[in-house]
């Protein structure tokens, strides 16, 4: 028999939290991208269990798939939002990508780029760009 799912509103209140921290960091680095001339192609793409935060055409017309990251305050001893890009993440980036070039007939260049979003209080303090952020293997 299966257990019923354990529900606490201090949990349903940190995950509420974490999301809208999430939408409004990806909500920035759009806007952030669109100010530097890019074309936002889609956001929140998905396919089966990959999904991408962003994919823009860059001024240069290259197709960047955009892992944006963020974070309340930089002072939590994590290191930046753009370190939390591991091999694991980097590995799904690489096959959504794979997965959605095929999908519009893309072969030409792309690149990975990370964008780091730190929040205060729900307003923007800073934002990276990191450019080239990982190669595929």
């Given at each position: ?103 519009i007939d ?32």
């Amino acid at each position: 028999m299966a257990r019923p799912p354990i529900t606490s509103p201090t949990v349903t209140k940190i995950v509420t939290k974490h999301l809208e921290t999430g939408q409004l960091g990806e909500t920035a680095a759009a806007e952030f991208l669109e100010q530097q001339g890019w074309r936002i192609a889609e956001r929140n793409w998905r396919s089966g269990r990959y999904e991408v935060d962003i994919i823009a055409w860059s001024e240069e017309e290259i197709l960047v798939f955009v892992e944006v990251k963020t974070r309340s305050g930089e002072g939590s001893g994590f290191g930046g939002p753009e370190e939390a890009v591991d091999a694991k993440k980097q590995d799904m980036l690489v096959r959504a990508a794979g997965i959605y070039m095929e999908s519009i007939d893309y072969e030409w260049e792309i690149r990975f780029d990370v964008v780091a979003v730190i929040l205060d209080h729900g307003k923007v303090l800073e934002i990276r760009h990191v450019e080239d952020a990982f190669f595929p293997n």
